[in-house]
């Protein structure tokens, strides 16, 4: 990564959520692969038709208007996934159907190491604790590295993360970037030690806009493979997946 420091400046927005979340869970997690549309899609065909026997490239004018062929949204298996040109077109977002958010953790890791490019992973979901007719949601945010080679730990660079399930609890593991805020990691409230201002920050440095509409013109490919959901999997539209976390 060769990043430039941004300037200390708060994000406008209070939460960094993609279009307002109207497509969440499907853009709580966003990859990005430093590889040009064909590349990507090229790679992850291959690598899904190894994996599940076939593999079809469809190619999408539209950029994030695409994300209801998604749809219906799968546990336990990804049967689609869709790439998007950026408005780098050096970057490359990965999103997929996974009924809980996407799986690019993975994606993203292999391919960067299989290609030989840089990878990033972000995550963000806005915290909801719960009251009366409000579904709890755990928030939590996640930013992730891949480097085009190993690593102490397989080809992860950095990971940073705040994260709620039963407590508040932040992470931070690889090497330090020269764009990060170190000073924020000891602060007293652990979800302040990474906000969502500092994701926004940090995404700027590598070149990144995760959540700027505008930064995904397209074009876009949906990369489809014949994974079946087992049996009792949820398989829900984008609006059910919504309406199941209170969205």
């Not at 990965?94 to 030989?116: E, H, I, K, P, W």
């Not at 399930?165 to 602060?187: C, I, L, M, P």
């Not at 201002?197 to 700027?204: I, R």
């Not at 490919?221 to 999997?233: E, F, I, M, R």
């Amino acid at each position: 990564m060769t990043p430039t420091r941004p300037s200390r400046v708060s994000s406008p927005s209070v939460e960094a959520v993609l279009l307002d979340d109207a497509y969440a869970p499907v853009t709580s997690r966003i990859g990005f692969l430093r590889s040009p549309l064909a590349d990507v899609a090229e790679a992850l065909r291959g690598w899904r038709a190894e994996i599940h026997g076939s593999a079809a490239v469809e190619q999408v004018p539209e950029g994030l208007t695409a994300l209801t062929r998604l749809e219906p949204l799968t546990g336990g298996v990804r049967p689609r996934e869709l790439l998007v040109t950026c408005a780098d077109p050096a970057w490359t977002a990965v999103f997929d159907c996974g009924v809980q958010g996407g799986d690019q953790t993975t994606t993203v890791g292999y391919l960067a190491r299989t290609t030989m490019v840089q990878g990033v992973v972000v995550l963000s979901i806005p915290d909801r604790k719960a009251a009366p007719g409000v579904v709890e949601r755990f928030g939590g945010r996640q930013l992730e590295l891949f480097a085009p080679i190993p690593t102490d730990f397989l080809n992860y660079v950095r990971t940073i993360s705040v994260v709620r399930d039963a407590k508040w609890r932040f992470d931070a593991n690889g090497t330090v970037q020269d764009f990060e805020d170190v000073e924020a990691y000891s602060r007293r409230r652990i979800a302040d030690r990474f906000t969502p201002e500092m994701l926004v920050e940090y995404s700027a440095a590598l070149g990144l806009r995760p959540f700027d509409a505008d930064f995904y013109p397209g074009p876009s490919v949906l990369v489809t493979n014949p994974a079946v959901p087992p049996a009792g999997a949820k398989v829900l539209s984008i609006a059910d997946a919504r309406r199941s976390v209170g969205l």
